[in-house]
């Protein structure tokens, strides 16, 4: 067993933020402890709606350099409808942390456990695995606090970069083979644009070739965004690894994560060159905020892919071993259904489905 303590940032967020991230560091720490992997040091600190309101700030300078300085970065759903900027608009610091760090690549993996309920009435439905890798500090959101709005009309302004997308598909192609490697199968990436009306995504698509060229071990195609929402209600189980510009890609998460019968399925990671934020798709739920129904798992399976990205950073194998216990937990407490909260279609509080999945971790 080594010394080494890895620092994580804590946002615990608004509405439910709060509810769900006291379990997931409770089952984290849980796994830490019973694989004897490096220990991790949890340090709250400010943003949000509710500081927002208190102090006028959503994402203070002080939390910016703690997530700067942090070894990872774990961040629970925020913002509240009932607070906003002067200008109408929604306070978004987690949009504001991927500009401040240059988190570029965001992963949104949908993966149904086998033997998981799905929407989806296609036996096939339990073979979905895919990742999606939406780029995260660009395209329509490059100029997001910039729209002009006059009586007459609003624009907003798409960009995207040459670099920023190198950077992007090479990610994307390297996540694709260390993936496809432990699946023991050949890697494919399929590029998701709107190639054939706007210049823009023809750039995108021409950049994407061009890397291709690199990885040659990774099949590539392409396919425009509306005909890919269609397959991915049609058939999900086909695709292996998606990347998109920034606004297809929100959309087309929110699809996937309504392939896995909730929202509350659902993580994510946004990650950049040296810094990464893991945080559940879902928002603040502030229609369930306080009852202690939300589901914890979106956000539990976010801290296991945190785990997943130190191993590879930190040269931790060991974090390999835990994300895939907390995985694993998890899969078995939403494919048993008994301690599993009202949007899985249980009766479990939040803490109960925690316990559930602490539990499932300790009997392994
Ligand atoms: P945002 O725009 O901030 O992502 P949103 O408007 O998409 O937020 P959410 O806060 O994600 O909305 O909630 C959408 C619906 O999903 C709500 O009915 C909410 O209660 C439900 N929901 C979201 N997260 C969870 C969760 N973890 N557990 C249970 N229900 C959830």
Same mark, same amino acid.
């Given at each position: 067993m080594t010394e080494q303590k890895l620092q994580i940032c804590i946002f615990e967020g608004d509405g439910i933020g709060p509810e769900i991230m006291a379990p997931t560091l409770r089952v984290l720490s849980c796994a830490l402890k019973t694989i004897s992997a490096p220990?991790?040091? +949890?340090?709250?600190?400010?943003?949000? %709606?509710?500081?927002?309101?208190?102090?006028?700030?959503?994402?203070?300078?002080?939390?910016?350099?703690?997530?700067?300085? *942090?070894? %990872?970065?774990?961040?629970? =759903?925020?913002? &509240?409808?009932?607070?906003r900027k002067p200008d109408g608009t929604e306070i978004t610091p987690q949009i504001e942390l991927r500009f401040a760090l240059g988190l570029f690549a965001g992963v949104r993996p949908v993966r149904v456990f086998p033997g998981q309920p799905t929407p989806l009435v296609d036996p096939r439905a339990s073979e979905i695995d895919f990742i999606l890798v939406r780029?995260?500090?660009e395209g329509l959101f490059a100029h997001m606090n910039e729209g002009i709005v006059c009586h007459e009309n =609003?624009?907003?302004?798409?960009?995207?970069?040459? =670099?920023?997308?190198e950077k992007l598909f090479d990610f994307t192609f390297q996540m694709a083979e260390r993936r496809a490697a432990r699946k023991g199968r050949k890697a494919r990436v399929t590029c998701v644009d709107k190639a054939n009306v706007f210049r823009a995504f023809w750039f995108f698509r021409e950049i994407f070739e061009?890397?291709?060229?690199? +990885?040659?071990?990774?099949?590539?195609?392409?396919?425009?965004? $509306?005909?890919?929402a269609m397959w991915m209600v049609q058939r999900p189980w086909e695709f292996d690894v998606m990347v998109t510009e920034n606004m297809f890609g929100d959309i087309l998460s929110d699809l996937g994560a309504g392939l896995l019968g909730s929202l509350g399925l659902a993580p994510s990671a946004d990650i950049g060159e040296d810094a990464a934020v893991f945080q559940p798709c879902h928002g603040s739920a502030p229609d369930i905020a306080g009852k202690g129904i939300a589901n914890p798992m979106a956000m539990i399976l976010s801290s296991a892919m945190?785990?997943?990205?130190?191993?590879?950073q930190k040269d931790l194998p060991i974090l390999d071993l835990v994300a895939r216990s907390v995985e694993d937990a998890v899969a078995k407490v939403v494919v048993e259904g008994v301690s599993v909260t009202? $949007? &899985?279609?249980?009766? %479990?509080?939040?803490?109960e489905c925690a316990d559930a999945v602490? =539990? *499932?971790l300790m009997a392994d």
């Open positions: 220990k991790m040091r +949890f340090e709250v600190h400010p943003a949000g %709606a509710g500081h927002y309101a208190a102090t006028g700030e959503a994402l203070p300078q002080s939390s910016i350099d703690a997530a700067r300085n *942090a070894d %990872a970065i774990l961040l629970s =759903a925020m913002g &509240l409808p009932s607070v780029e995260s500090t =609003a624009t907003e302004t798409l960009r995207i970069t040459r =670099a920023t997308s061009e890397r291709a060229k690199a +990885f040659p071990n990774v099949d590539t195609d392409a396919a425009y965004v $509306d005909a890919m945190m785990c997943e990205w130190l191993a590879v009202g $949007d &899985l279609g249980g009766n %479990a509080s939040t803490e602490i =539990a *499932a």
